[in-house]
């Protein structure tokens, strides 16, 4: 069982930079794929990145070069940071993890534990 806990969001003015945090809960973290998606009212949950539990990291084009996703096996924390924001990156984010996944990490679906979400604002 692992628990996520998001933190860091909030209201940003487009050009600034943000870094959200996933605090988990339970053993063997580091056998854990993490992933971060986004969510805007009515859309369908979006893929920003991923770690794999082997440390490869992933992003979809929309944010390559401005996202950049990290953990830190210790402290079971993983970290989204985010920079030269847009208004088009408001939304609720959330990170979720699945064990030692590494195929079709960009798949929300296939992700078993989630974290509550964390809303993020950036005004132009």
């Known amino acids: 069982q692992v628990q996520l806990v998001e933190s860091g969001g909030g209201l940003v003015t487009a050009g600034d930079s943000l870094r959200l945090s996933c605090a988990a809960s339970?053993?063997?973290?580091?056998?854990?794929?993490l992933g971060w998606f986004r969510q805007a009212p009515g859309k369908a949950r979006e893929f920003v990145s991923a770690?794999?539990?082997?440390?490869?990291?992933y992003y979809p084009d929309s944010v390559k070069g401005r996202f950049t996703i990290s953990r830190d096996n210790a402290k079971k924390m993983v970290d989204l940071q985010i920079n030269s924001l847009k208004p088009e990156d408001t939304d609720v984010y959330y990170c979720?993890?699945?064990?030692?996944?590494?195929?079709?990490?960009?798949?929300?679906?296939?992700?078993?534990?989630w974290g509550q979400g964390t809303q993020v604002t950036v005004s132009s």
């Open positions: 339970g053993r063997t973290f580091n056998s854990y794929t």
């Open positions: 770690i794999l539990w082997s440390n490869s990291t």
């Open positions: 979720a993890a699945d064990w030692m996944r590494t195929v079709n990490y960009y798949l929300p679906g296939r992700y078993k534990y």
